[in-house]
């Protein structure tokens, strides 16, 4: 079982930054794909970025390619999500989740129902 606890959301104007943050708790010792994803009401849940928690994996959407950067502090069991030059359509409500991988691949999953563990959610607002 694995915990998963986001901070870091808020409102910022378009071209601005933010730093999101996911604090894990738990089975923290096995190996795991990271992923952010958000999502819009009424929309599916998009994959943002990966990473995987043994090294490499990471993985970002084309429409944040250049922008955001994502990291892992396994000191900290604590994901990353640096977004920088934040457009109007980044806003949504951003999850970090986690999947168990028993046997590493080079790519950690693009799908969202291959993840097992979610936080809760995190606000991102770029006004228009």
């Known amino acids: 079982q694995v915990q998963l606890v986001e901070s870091g959301g808020g409102s910022v104007q378009a071209g601005g930054s933010l730093k999101l943050s996911c604090a894990a708790s738990g089975s923290t010792h096995k190996r795991h794909c990271m992923a952010w994803f958000r999502q819009n009401p009424g929309k599916a849940r998009e994959r943002v970025a990966t990473i995987y928690t043994g090294g490499g994996g990471i993985a970002y959407a084309n429409s944040v390619k250049g922008r955001f950067t994502v990291s892992l502090d396994n000191a900290k069991n604590t994901l990353y999500l640096q977004m920088d030059g934040l457009k109007p359509e980044d806003t949504a409500v951003y999850f970090c989740?986690?999947?168990?991988?028993?046997?590493?691949?080079?790519?950690?999953?693009?799908?969202?129902?291959?993840?097992?563990?979610w936080g809760q959610g995190t606000q991102v607002t770029v006004p228009s």
């Open positions: 989740a986690a999947v168990e991988i028993l046997s590493w691949g080079d790519l950690c999953p693009p799908s969202s129902s291959t993840y097992t563990y």
